[in-house]
């Protein structure tokens, strides 16, 4: 499996993450989503940008509390909520927005 | 929402006529060679798997007798048929637990019994096929290990033992579940199923420090490896990551924190759960336990406790001595391990917590038991202590408080329809479908007693019911931790705010 992505075949496991991280540029998380019927907005891009640093620092996706606090600083504290998280990120903040971000998938009794 | 037909909820509970092979389809995906061989399995299927799967078969009737009982002694008699979720929830009879046992029986009959041997089709024994495998690989990763068709069994039958065993007669041919055994990977490499590293644990616990002291004014404190603190908490590491799970994580710092005690957590065994079980691997199960033996000797703690996590009460409780004991360094005066609700609740037995419950007022609670608590452990030191003490925490914390149909709770629990090794995306449908009995029960006394949410134990049962109760109509935030309720009520030594109104008559005077 793999997606297309500026005329390259990027190879992605079965649930769609992408095999080899490093591969990741931005016009991947946009193809990812067009899969899912969604269209990525500057609030989407907070997110994957912030799961990006993160994950830079700690090898590692952050824990929901990490993630809301950090987006409610961004996005105003309306927003640093896992209900808004989810309505960004319908199959789940953790797990769809780490798959655009080209995370792995957060595995684990989550 | 769903590409497949999700149970409708109705007035009550029906046994459904079964259609044959309707879940055939259902298998998860396999691990790859890497992640089999760094636990010890083989990466490639051998060329004579069939004989490595019947010695591993012969292997495990001789360790384990319970197995070669079970394969032994089933009479047919049908009292099981009814009583896995998986059943009720899909309707396919291989998904009813004698039949599920059988798939295993029939390879045993054909190589091991007279029977079987000579006239295989008056005893029904099949010869070890490619299909028979398959239908191993796709039915076991239907069980959850749950144990709820055991408590009918007239004889006692564990189909979760005979599950476990199904599971590591596929990995011993390099059959594993990529679920499982990546996660263990990352247990032995890392410390915990998520794969957390020390520095990303330390970053949330300091955010969990801040959040609690913005919220209380309190500056209740989330040890991480200090050495010379008297209990090691072993929490699951959803805890650090999931919701509700962290909420449940703040109510034991509050309640370690009113109880003056010195605590610890651990980078190095930051993992309660212990999916070694799962795939049924004494050696991989006993593998994790040593990390906390480990970790509880590095640091010098006097007593372990087990956060909410289910089938790690279940290792603890049941195993934990046998495969990384003996724990005399520890103190003698306090269970080996103990578990959160019952440090808890014994704090509250001697009136050293306080509660406000009102702050749980916006809620009608309910209570799962989760499988492995209330069928393989205990709580306390009374039968059924695993039942009460629970509940009577979220007693002491919630005015209101309502049990779900007895035939749904205690022992005859059903199962979250996500543990064992089930609780992953590519198993969705067999976990959405399998939640429907305790769908249905939860909708019954929301229906007639008004229950908003509904309390859980368990770190699997936690992400397994926020993910599946919208697909019965429920919301995702109706599922809490136990220790979240006690984290909303419990009145904090110099609190600020709503919470600080019964701060001068604490009781707590004799702190630890």
């Given at each position: 499996m793999g997606i297309e992505v500026n005329g390259k075949t990027l190879e992605t496991d079965e649930e769609g993450y992408l095999t080899n991280l490093n591969e990741w540029v931005p016009e991947v998380a946009g193809i990812m989503a067009k899969l899912d019927d969604t269209e990525l907005n500057e609030n989407h891009w907070e997110v994957i940008n912030f799961l990006r640093e993160y994950y830079e620092e700690y090898q590692i996706a952050p824990a929901v509390r990490v993630l809301t606090k950090a987006i409610g600083k961004k996005l105003g504290k309306d927003k640093g909520n896992s209900k808004y998280l989810y309505e960004l990120f319908p199959y789940g903040p953790g797990k769809q927005a780490c798959k655009y971000a080209g995370l792995p998938k957060p595995t684990g009794c989550v | 929402m769903a590409d497949f037909e999700v149970p409708e909820l109705k007035e009550t509970l029906d046994i459904p006529k079964y259609v044959d092979g309707v879940m055939a389809h259902s298998a998860p995906y396999t691990a790859k060679a890497e992640f089999q061989e760094a636990l010890g399995f083989p990466g490639e299927l051998p060329e004579n798997w069939q004989q490595v799967a019947l010695e591993k078969m012969t292997d495990l009737r001789t360790r384990y007798r319970s197995f070669q009982v079970y394969l032994d002694i089933c009479v047919k008699c049908g009292a099981c048929t009814d009583k896995c979720h998986y059943y009720i929830g899909t309707a396919d009879p291989k998904n009813m637990p004698v039949a599920r046992q059988d798939l295993l029986r029939k390879v045993y009959r054909r190589y091991f019994t007279f029977a079987g041997k000579y006239f295989p089709k008056l005893v029904g024994a099949v010869d070890l096929t490619k299909e028979v495998l398959d239908d191993?690989?796709?039915?076991?990763?239907?069980?959850?290990?749950?144990?709820?068709?055991?408590?009918?069994?007239?004889?006692?039958?564990?189909?979760?033992?005979?599950?476990?065993?199904?599971?590591?007669?596929?990995?011993?041919?390099?059959?594993?579940?990529?679920?499982?055994?990546?996660?263990?990977?990352?247990?032995?490499?890392?410390?915990?199923?998520?794969?957390?590293?020390?520095?990303?644990?330390?970053?949330?616990?300091?955010?969990?420090?801040?959040?609690?002291?913005?919220?209380?004014?309190?500056?209740?404190?989330?040890?991480?490896?200090?050495?010379?603190?008297?209990?090691?908490?072993?929490?699951?590491?959803?805890?650090?990551?999931?919701?509700?799970?962290?909420?449940?994580?703040?109510?034991?710092?509050?309640?370690?924190?009113?109880?003056?005690?010195?605590?610890?957590?651990?980078?190095?065994?930051?993992?309660?759960?212990?999916?070694?079980?799962?795939?049924?691997?004494?050696?991989?199960?006993?593998?994790?336990?040593?990390?906390?033996?480990?970790?509880?000797?590095?640091?010098?703690?006097?007593?372990?406790?087990?956060?909410?996590?289910?089938?790690?009460?279940?290792?603890?409780?049941?195993?934990?001595?046998?495969?990384?004991?003996?724990?005399?360094?520890?103190?003698?005066?306090?269970?080996?391990?103990?578990?959160?609700?019952?440090?808890?609740?014994?704090?509250?037995?001697?009136?050293?917590?306080?509660?406000?419950?009102?702050?749980?007022?916006?809620?009608?609670?309910?209570?799962?038991?989760?499988?492995?608590?209330?069928?393989?452990?205990?709580?306390?030191?009374?039968?059924?202590?695993?039942?009460?003490?629970?509940?009577?925490?979220?007693?002491?914390?919630?005015?209101?408080?309502?049990?779900?149909?007895?035939?749904?709770?205690?022992?005859?629990?059903?199962?979250?329809?996500?543990g064992g090794g089930i609780l992953t995306d590519d198993l969705m449908e067999i976990r959405v479908k399998g939640a429907l009995p305790r769908m249905q029960a939860l909708k019954t006394v929301s229906v007639e007693d008004g229950v908003t949410h509904m309390a859980a134990i368990c770190a699997i049962c936690k992400s397994q019911f926020t993910k599946v109760i919208p697909y019965y109509g429920f919301t995702m935030d109706q599922i809490v931790s136990v220790h979240q309720l006690v984290s909303n009520a419990l009145v904090l030594t110099g609190a600020t705010g709503e919470n600080d109104s019964s701060e001068n008559d604490e009781g707590n005077t004799e702190k630890e």
């Open positions: - | 191993w690989y796709s039915y076991y990763h239907q069980c959850s290990q749950c144990r709820r068709c055991s408590v009918y069994c007239p004889y006692g039958i564990d189909t979760a033992e005979i599950s476990m065993a199904a599971r590591e007669i596929m990995d011993s041919i390099s059959i594993g579940q990529k679920y499982c055994n990546e996660i263990l990977g990352k247990v032995f490499v890392i410390g915990n199923n998520l794969g957390l590293p020390q520095r990303a644990l330390a970053d949330t616990l300091e955010g969990l420090e801040e959040e609690v002291e913005e919220d209380t004014g309190v500056a209740v404190k989330f040890p991480l490896d200090q050495k010379g603190a008297e209990i090691l908490l072993v929490p699951p590491s959803a805890d650090f990551f999931a919701e509700p799970h962290v909420d449940g994580l703040i109510g034991y710092a509050k309640v370690f924190h009113e109880a003056g005690a010195s605590w610890t957590m651990s980078s190095y065994a930051s993992e309660a759960g212990n999916f070694g079980m799962f795939i049924g691997s004494y050696e991989v199960m006993q593998k994790a336990a040593l990390r906390i033996r480990k970790a509880a000797i590095d640091l010098g703690v006097k007593r372990i406790i087990f956060g909410e996590c289910g089938h790690a009460w279940r290792v603890a409780y049941a195993f934990l001595n046998t495969l990384a004991g003996p724990f005399d360094f520890l103190d003698p005066r306090y269970p080996v391990p103990q578990h959160i609700c019952e440090y808890t609740y014994d704090l509250i037995q001697k009136n050293r917590l306080k509660f406000n419950k009102s702050e749980n007022d916006h809620m009608t609670l309910t209570f799962h038991d989760s499988c492995n608590v209330a069928r393989a452990t205990r709580m306390g030191d009374k039968p059924g202590g695993q039942f009460d003490i629970p509940r009577a925490i979220i007693k002491a914390a919630c005015n209101n408080y309502v049990d779900m149909p007895a035939d749904t709770i205690g022992e005859a629990t059903f199962c979250c329809a996500g």
